[in-house]
């Protein structure tokens, strides 16, 4: 179920059809598109196609999704504004907490939207699997690496698309990095766009960054696509 309007998009997750529609009516009042799903998984499909603003998610339904949604929920709702929901069906009262809010604050889906959705630039999760493959990294904030903030970093896990790099410097989403694959026997520079940033000190969390590949040359996109090509006699590291 849809509701058109602008370019916004919400996604709701629940299997009680009453709170789909009573959210649904709370968005349509924002003015901007929602679309409404039962299942995690239809929430990544979702995810994966659409550039997405923001999430509210029915506690209940969350409980029950099968494990590897939940583990893959974990990795994912992190990358955007969520707003879990608590249905009260005998009162029909809402519930609604923001995540990792650990106030437990009550909010509401309106105030949700103003000041979460609303300033947050929507994006869409990767299609492509990572793997957890651990390839030493010199990362820089500019092409040359002549900064003294270079960092020796290592993924946590790559694909075609992008890779997750440990570290414990300050960065912002959306702004570009540039990384040299130590092991890689083409040492051009490639460039990408940090797409999320977890902070030294996050509670059982590792300091991380994600990257979208921006450039990758075609012989890069070849040891990618099969890393066992990829020459394990590490470029002596000045």
Not at 111 to 132: A, E, G, M, S, V
Request: with cysteine.
């Amino acid at each position: 179920m849809m509701i058109k309007t602008q370019n916004m998009l919400l996604i709701i997750v629940t299997a009680d059809d009453t709170l789909r529609d009573y959210c649904l009516k709370q968005v349509e009042q924002a003015d901007i598109d929602c679309r409404a799903v039962s299942t995690l998984g239809e929430l990544f499909t979702e995810l994966g196609t659409n550039y997405c603003s923001g999430v509210l998610i029915d506690i209940a339904s969350s409980i029950k999704a099968k494990a590897n949604e939940k583990t893959k929920a974990h990795e994912v709702l992190p990358l955007f504004p969520v707003l879990r929901l608590k249905w009260n069906k005998e009162k029909l009262g809402l519930n609604c907490l923001l995540q990792n809010n650990v106030t437990n604050t009550n909010t509401s889906i309106p105030n949700f939207i103003d000041h979460h959705c609303r300033p947050f630039k929507p994006r869409r999760i990767r299609t492509q699997k990572r793997f957890p493959l651990h390839f030493s990294v010199l990362i820089s904030r500019d092409e040359k690496f002549q900064r003294l903030d270079v960092e020796r970093s290592t993924t946590l896990d790559i694909s075609l698309g992008g890779c997750s790099l440990l570290t414990t410097q300050h960065w912002e989403e959306e702004t570009c990095i540039w990384m040299k694959f130590i092991e890689m026997a083409d040492q051009t520079p490639i460039q990408g766009t940090i797409c999320r940033w977890t902070q030294w000190g996050e509670p059982m969390e590792i300091p991380s960054i994600g990257v979208c590949f921006d450039s990758l040359s075609e012989s890069q996109q070849q040891q990618l696509s099969k890393p066992s090509s990829i020459n394990q006699t590490a470029s002596k590291i000045c």
